[in-house]
C-alpha cells in the first residue's frame, strides 16, 4: 500500500519555505532589538509559572511554524533575562553584535565539525588565523600553540592539566592512584574566580592544596606573600604545579601585578597561567594596556571573546607558549581520525578534551573585520568614559562611596548615607557592626528594588568592607542616558528605603 504520508511530516523545511521563515526570524529579532530598552531587563516570573507556561509532553506531531515563532515572541522573549539590554549592569555586562548574530546563523548553516583540518579545512584555517590575530592584538607570542573553548572555566583546565604534564610525572601514562607523587600545590589569590578551584578538584589535586595567597587593599596578589607561600611550601615538601594571576578578577575586576608574579614564578620554575577572561581585552585600548602589563609572561593565558569581544557566547581562546605542551597532553588520534601531517595543517582536536568543535572563529572574524580594531577599541573607550563618569557621580556623592578601583568597566560602591558615615568614624566597635549590619541590608534591598523595577540589572559581592553593589558597563547598546537614569534611580532608591527602614540604633533619633 502506497504511504499516504505527506512529505511535510517528514520535517525539516524545504529551502523555499526556509527563506521565508528566515525573513520572519530576522523581523523578528530586529523587533526585539526595537523593543529591547522597553522590555524589563531581569524576568520576574516565578519558576513554577515558567515551567507551567513550557513544559508539557514531546509534540508528537509537527508544530506549524507560526506557532514556533509565536510562542517564541510571547512565551520565551518576555520570560527572559536581557542581557542585550542596554541597563544589564549585572556580572560582567557583555554583548553579542550584530555582525556576530549573521556569523553565528551562517555557523549553524554550515555545520561542520572541527575535528581534524580534512573535516572543515577553512574552519580551521581560520581558526588559525583569527587566533593568531587575537594573540597579536593582546601581544602574545603569534606562534603559541592556541586553541578555543566553550568558557574560560575549561581553557584554564586545560592549561593546568598540561602544567600537569609538563612537570614530567606523567600521569598522562602512569595516573595519579597507587604511585609515590608529590602533593602538587596550585597557587591563587583570594579573588581568583572558582573555576580554578574546579579545576584542582577534577585534576585531583584537591582543594585543600589550592593556596590562596592574600591580596593587597586593592584585591590585587600580593607577590611577596605569594613568594612565601611557595617558599614555605617547598620546604615543606610540596611541589608547585601553577600559579594563576588574574587580569580582571571576578568581584572588583582588580588586575593582579603579572610582572613581579611572573618573576617568582621564573626563579621558582612554576608555570604562570594568566586569567585574562574578562581584562585581557581591555588592553586594546593602548592606556588600558599599560596598566595591565606585557601578558606573554604566561605560560599559558585564557581570554574570553564573549565577555568584552562583542562576540556570542560561547567562545574563549587558549593560549600556551610552551611549544608542544597542549598536544603532548591531550593528543590521541584514533585510526579513523589518522591524517598525514603537512604544512600550515593543525588538527584542533589534539589541544583539549574536545574532539568536534563547533566553527567559532567565524564569528570572531564577522566581528573584528565589521568593527575593525579601531572600533573595537573605540567602543570599549566608550564604556571605560562611562564607567569613569559613574564613578566621579559616587566620589562626590555623601551618601554613596567606592569600595574599589578597576582599570576596567566595572564600579563597586554601596549607598552609605551621611549621617551613617559622621557617626561610623567615631562609633564603638559594636555600634560600627550595627551600622555595617544595616548598611548591607539597605544595599542588598537597593539591589532588589532596581532589579525588580526591571529598568537595570545589577549584582552584587561581599567585599572587605561588605555587602558591595557592582555596576559593569560594557553592553554595546549602553550610553550616557541609560548611566545617568541609573544614577537617579540609585539614589532615589537609596533615599527611599533608607527612610523607610529608619534603622533605630544605629543613628541618633531625628530631634
Ligand atoms: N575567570 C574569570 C575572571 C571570570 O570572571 C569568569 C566568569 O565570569 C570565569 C573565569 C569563567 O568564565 P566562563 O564562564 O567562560 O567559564
Known amino acids: 500500500m502506497p504511504d499516504a504520508t505527506p512529505p511535510a511530516a517528514l520535517g525539516d523545511w524545504p529551502i523555499e519555505v526556509f527563506e521565508d521563515h528566515g525573513r520572519e526570524v530576522l523581523a523578528l529579532i530586529g523587533e526585539y532589538f526595537r523593543n529591547i530598552e522597553t522590555t524589563p531587563v531581569m524576568a520576574t516570573i516565578p519558576p513554577g509559572d515558567l515551567m507551567a507556561l513550557l513544559d508539557g509532553p514531546p509534540p508528537e506531531a509537527a508544530v506549524p511554524f507560526e506557532t514556533l515563532l509565536a510562542d517564541t515572541r510571547e512565551k520565551i522573549i518576555p520570560h527572559l533575562t536581557h542581557w542585550n539590554h542596554p541597563a544589564f549592569y549585572a556580572y560582567f555586562a557583555i554583548s553579542g553584535s550584530m555582525p556576530g548574530i549573521l556569523a553565528e546563523t551562517l555557523t549553524a548553516a554550515f555545520n561542520v565539525n572541527m575535528m581534524v583540518w580534512k573535516s572543515s579545512p577553512a574552519a580551521a584555517a581560520l ?121 580582571g578578577t571576578t568581584s572588583t575586576a582588580s588586575v593582579d601585578p603579572i610582572g613581579p608574579i611572573s618573576e617568582i614564578c621564573r626563579a621558582h620554575g612554576i608555570w604562570l597561567h594568566i586569567d ?76 583539549s578534551l574536545q574532539l568536534g568543535h563547533s566553527f567559532r572563529a567565524l564569528k570572531l572574524w564577522w566581528v573584528l573585520r565589521s568593527f575593525g580594531v579601531a572600533g573595537i577599541r573605540a567602543r570599549l573607550a566608550d564604556a571605560l568614559a562611562l564607567t569613569r563618569g559613574l564613578e566621579s557621580r559616587i566620589d562626590a556623592s555623601h551618601d554613596f562611596e567606592r569600595l574599589s578601583t578597576s582599570p576596567f568597566g566595572l564600579v563597586c560602591f554601596r549607598a552609605f548615607p551621611r549621617d551613617l558615615r559622621a557617626a561610623y568614624a567615631d562609633a564603638p566597635p559594636p555600634l560600627r557592626a550595627a551600622i555595617l549590619a544595616y548598611l548591607a541590608r539597605l544595599n542588598g534591598e537597593i539591589l532588589d528594588r532596581i532589579n525588580t523595577s526591571g529598568t537595570a540589572f545589577l549584582s552584587h559581592t561581599v567585599l572587605r568592607e561588605g555587602y558591595t553593589l557592582r555596576v559593569s558597563i560594557g553592553n554595546i547598546r549602553t550610553e550616557a542616558r541609560h548611566v545617568d537614569a541609573l544614577w537617579t534611580a540609585l539614589q532615589a532608591a537609596a533615599a527611599d528605603i533608607d527612610a523607610a527602614l529608619a534603622p533605630e540604633g544605629v543613628r541618633p533619633p531625628v530631634a
Open 127 to 247: 581558526s588559525s588565523v583569527v587566533l593568531r590575530w587575537i594573540a597579536e592584538l593582546l601581544g602574545y607570542p603569534a606562534d603559541a600553540d592556541a586553541v578555543f573553548a566553550s568558557g574560560a572555566s575549561l581553557a584554564s583546565f586545560y592549561a593546568l592539566c598540561a602544567a600537569r604534564e609538563a612537570l614530567g610525572l606523567n600521569v598522562r601514562e602512569e595516573g595519579v592512584m597507587g604511585r609515590d607523587l608529590p602533593r602538587l600545590r596550585l597557587y591563587i589569590s583570594d579573588q581568583t574566580h572558582s573555576s580554578l578551584e574546579k579545576a584542582a578538584i577534577a585534576l585531583g589535586l584537591g582543594l585543600n592544596n589550592v593556596v590562596k595567597v592574600p591580596s593587597d587593599a586593592r584585591y590585587r596578589m600580593d607577590p611577596m606573600a605569594l613568594d612565601a607561600a611557595i617558599r614555605a611550601d617547598l620546604t615543606a615538601g610540596y611541589r608547585p604545579l601553577a600559579v594563576c594571576a588574574t587580569v
Open 276 to 351: 585574562g577572561a574578562y581584562g585581557g581585552f581591555w588592553g586594546l585600548v593602548p592606556e588600558i594596556m599599560e596598566q595591565i602589563g606585557d601578558l606573554s609572561v604566561g605560560d599559558s593565558l585564557v581570554v574570553n571573546p564573549h565577555k568584552a569581544l562583542y562576540t556570542q557566547v560561547e567562545v574563549s581562546c587558549l593560549y600556551c607558549k610552551r611549544p608542544g605542551a597542549l598536544a603532548a597532553t591531550f593528543s590521541l588520534v584514533p585510526e579513523y581520525l589518522r591524517t598525514p601531517p603537512g604544512e600550515h595543517i593543525v588538527n584542533y582536536m589534539d589541544y
